[in-house]
Nanobody, 128 residues
Framework: QVQVVESGGGSVQAGGSLRLSCVASGYTSRNNCMGWFRQAPGKEREGVATMNTVDGSTHYADPVKGRFTIFQDSAKNAVYLQMNSLKPEDTAMYYC?????????????????????WGQGTQVTVSS
């Protein structure tokens, strides 16, 4: 019932920017963790950025700090990833994820650690 749909990927040159969008539905909780992850060919999935929607706190992986920003539009139940100063090593399939109703009735931790529902991904390719 929970559905996560991401979009906004594409091909850009190094130094360029992209904004990824994610819309999640099928759950009622307003106490949520939302996150962006990525997986490059031949590599394991890695976390990129997460947000606790209760207080708006965010966490970023070291490789993207200062370049990527996660933010939300709570009215639309949407979360975005603004990616600036893109590098070839950012090339990957990017996935959006949410905890759904996992934290219903209680607040999620400041730094989120549970994501049970995933989108199908949007490809980001950065050329030199």
């Amino acid at each position: 019932q929970v559905q996560v749909v991401e979009s906004g990927g594409g091909s850009v040159q190094a130094g360029g920017s992209l904004r990824l969008s994610c819309v999640a539905s099928g759950y009622t909780s307003r106490n949520n963790c939302m996150g962006w992850f990525r997986q490059a060919p031949g590599k394991e999935r890695e976390g990129v950025a997460t947000m606790n929607t209760v207080d708006g706190s965010t966490h970023y992986a070291d490789p993207v700090k200062g370049r990527f920003t996660i933010f939300q539009d709570s009215a639309k139940n949407a979360v975005y990833l603004q990616m600036n100063s893109l590098k070839p090593e950012d090339t990957a399939m990017y996935y959006c994820a949410t905890d759904g109703d996992h934290y219903s009735g209680s607040a999620p931790p400041r730094m989120c650690g549970y994501f049970g529902y995933w989108g199908q991904g949007t490809q980001v390719t950065v050329s030199s």
